[in-house]
């Protein structure tokens, strides 16, 4: 029997390990309030589901993997009005299955090895399917840290120039799964233009810019040239659509032309009833309003109790995510171990990268009211 290498040596997904704890810990009869996956349970918005189910026809082709023009077009002018970039619905602009498949599949777009390109960077702790994706791609793959004493941003200036030289994409995310930070518009500057100068790529993760919960995060494609940025988004989040699979990559032309003559083969265009029903998701701001809302209601409860109990959070700003010190004496498997003892579920920071060793990662995932439950009995702890 054999199976990719770069498959065998694949540790456990993180979340399949928290899944199995969770199941045992439910099965002892512990009731469980999971903070664990990053997946939202809010309930997708009225106008878009009614707006999936007008786009049902009677039949409807292979979609095509330059997506609808309509959908183009909503992305663009969402583009615009959040970020104030103007990106060219025509060319520089491709729909995606979700935003995963695009960050996973992303390095076997440009990774050029024999042309000395051979290099991913990734940034760590973090989502473990731009590493992975680069892996299959049989790419190098370096590790950039992400250290709370640097505000949980990549030093750029670390970063050896024979790795530079050998690089062809370079990943950023933010705001941040899982430290919750945001990065500054000068953190996008200082990498776009590293990029020009040693010819890489910028690739920037966007999937949590519409969860925040004081100012706007920006987007990697608010830079003065970025002519080396490509940047990819999801109605996930935003949305709550994670089952619909809707995204996009926006960058520039010739990377949407790789990108356009690389996916009919994979087959990953969104079906033509989501793309329809994702025009209304992305021209619509009230339900982001609102979602946003929620999320905010759950941290402020769950800031509250972590307050209480004396434990520090280290990342908030942004995201569904409280990125949580684990209090001295423990490591945040310990932590996360304890915690499932009382029902609550965490991922724990070293699941994430080495240097997530010291903190737990809370998804603002469950309902209110199970957060209520869940901040009663953190409150308990103390
Ligand atoms: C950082 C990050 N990027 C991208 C995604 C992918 O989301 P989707 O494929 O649903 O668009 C996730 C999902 O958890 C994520 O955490």
Redo the contacts with the bound molecule.
């Keep these: 029997m054999h199976v990719s290498p770069v498959l065998a040596a694949q540790a456990t997904y993180p979340f399949v390990r928290i899944e199995q704890a969770k199941r045992a810990a439910a099965a002892n009869g512990i009731e469980i309030v999971d903070f664990g996956?990053?997946?939202p349970r809010e309930p997708t918005d009225p106008l878009i589901r009614q707006a999936l189910i007008d786009a049902l026809g009677e039949t409807r082709g292979y979609p095509k993997a330059e997506g609808l023009p309509e959908l183009r077009s909503a992305i663009a002018g969402w583009l615009s009005r959040r970020f104030g970039v103007s990106v060219d619905p025509e060319a520089e602009i491709v729909p995606?299955?979700?935003?995963?498949?695009?960050?996973f599949s992303f390095a076997q777009v440009v990774v050029d090895a024999a042309g000395g390109k051979d290099t991913v960077l990734v940034t760590e702790p973090?989502?473990p399917?731009p590493d992975r994706g680069a892996l299959f791609a049989g790419a190098r793959v370096v590790h950039l840290p992400l250290r709370e004493d640097d505000g949980f941003l990549p030093d750029l200036d670390a970063i050896e120039d024979d790795t530079l030289a050998r690089t062809a994409l370079m990943w950023l995310?933010y705001p941040?799964?899982p430290t919750a930070a945001v990065a500054p518009l000068s953190l996008y500057e200082d990498a776009a233009a590293l990029a020009r100068e040693w010819d890489f790529l910028l690739a920037s993760?966007e999937?949590?810019t519409e969860l925040w919960f004081s100012e706007p995060p920006p987007s990697a494609l608010q830079v003065a040239d970025r002519s080396n940025v490509v940047a990819?988004n999801?109605?996930?989040?935003r949305s709550s659509m994670?089952g619909y699979?809707?995204?996009f990559v926006a960058g520039p032309r010739w990377v949407a032309d790789a990108l356009r003559s690389y996916r009919p083969t994979v087959g990953t265009a969104p079906q033509e009833f989501v793309q329809l029903a994702s025009v209304v998701a992305w021209g619509d701001e009230a339900h982001v309003d609102r979602a946003r809302a929620v999320y905010g209601r759950k941290r402020e409860l769950l800031l509250g109790a972590l307050d209480a109990l004396g434990w520090r959070v280290a990342g908030s700003d942004a995201t569904m995510y409280l990125w949580v010190e684990v209090p001295a004496g423990e490591t945040s498997e310990e932590l996360a171990e304890r915690l499932l003892g009382h029902g609550i579920v965490v991922a724990p920071g070293a699941y994430l990268g080495p240097s997530g060793e010291g903190y737990v990662r809370m998804a603002l995932v469950p309902t209110v009211e199970d957060c209520e439950r869940a901040a009663t009995t953190l409150r308990s702890l103390a």
């Excluded at 995606?96 to 960050?103: C, L, P, Q, R, V």
């Design positions: 996956p990053g997946d995606t299955y979700g935003s995963k498949e695009a960050i973090g989502y399917v995310n941040n799964n993760d999937a949590y990819f999801t109605l996930s989040k994670t699979r809707s995204g």
